[in-house]
């Protein structure tokens, strides 16, 4: 029974990071910070 909740729960898990990452993708907020660690030089 542990098993089945652990894998129920990294399916719906994998389903939420895969629709949040398209629509990341979709809105273009993937590119918010092009030259990431450096933040446009401030760091």
Known sequence: ??????ALATAVATLVL????????HTGAALAVPDWPTTFGHN
């Open 1 to 6: 029974m542990l098993a089945h909740r652990l």
């Open 18 to 25: 895969v629709v949040v990452g398209g629509l990341v993708t």
